[in-house]
């Protein structure tokens, strides 16, 4: 069964700071995503990470994907309070032998809040 | 511009009524999901499909049960609404092709009383 971590949980920050949230995931998958939530919405999409090394950087967000770790991070640079949301990292993984009957299992999601 | 809708946003129902809860997506993906998410929880796979008469149940199990008869719709349906079904589901679609992820609904927020 695919198990997905991410960690902190919570995350209080100053504007100004960097950080990085750590996601690990339990079995070989070839996709990782990075969303967005706000309180009392839906998700927004940030990253899709298709291979191993990938680097994908978006303003003050850059994620990254090490496939042999089983392991992205979300790294954040001179956070801003609008940065503060819900971080969910999600992984993609094929169901029995048929291409594309993929699923998505999400993280625990990692509650940021960027103190001015 | 969402091309994926939920309806209704919100909605308070007391014990024992039946609901449907709608989405609907113009996109022609012919994979759609649910997901429930207690307020800033995890997400939780509760029924997929991955095309026109095709569903199945997800990792957390559910009372509710879906149906596809139209690639655009998959609505999901609980028989007898119970207050430990209040939360937020979450609708989704999906298609693979490269540099492509899901699309989420708005989402509809359930409180059973």
């Known amino acids: 069964e695919l198990k997905v971590e991410q960690n902190p949980l919570f995350l209080s920050m100053q504007e100004g700071k960097n950080y990085t949230i750590y996601c690990n995931y339990s079995t070989t998958s070839d996709r990782l995503y990075w969303y967005r939530q706000d309180p009392g919405k839906s998700l927004e999409s940030l990253f899709v990470l298709l291979s191993n090394g990938a680097v994908k950087q978006e303003g003050r967000l850059m994620a990254s994907l090490d496939t042999k770790a089983r392991l992205s991070t979300l790294h954040i640079t001179a956070a801003v309070h609008d940065l503060s949301a819900t971080y969910f990292c999600?992984?993609?993984?094929?169901?029995?032998?048929?291409?594309?009957?993929?699923?998505?299992?999400f993280g625990t999601g990692t509650r940021l809040t960027i103190i001015p | 511009e969402a091309d994926i809708y939920q309806t209704p946003r919100y909605l308070v129902i007391g014990t024992g009524k039946k609901i449907t809860l709608e989405c609907s997506q113009t996109?022609?993906?012919?994979?759609m999901y649910w997901y429930q998410q207690d307020p800033g929880m995890e997400l939780h796979l509760i029924h997929y499909s991955y095309g026109v008469n095709s569903t199945e149940k997800g990792d957390l199990s559910s009372e509710s049960t879906v149906s596809r008869i139209r690639t655009e719709h998959f609505p999901l349906t609980l028989e007898s609404a119970r207050p430990s079904h209040t939360s937020q589901y979450l609708c989704?679609?999906?298609?693979?092709?490269?540099?492509?992820?899901?699309?989420f609904g708005s989402g509809t927020r359930l409180t059973v009383v």
């Open positions: 989704a679609s999906s298609v693979r092709v490269l540099n492509y992820g899901y699309t």
């Open positions: 996109m022609g993906h012919d994979k």
């Open positions: 999600a992984v993609d993984i094929r169901g029995g032998t048929n291409f594309g009957n993929e699923k998505l299992t």
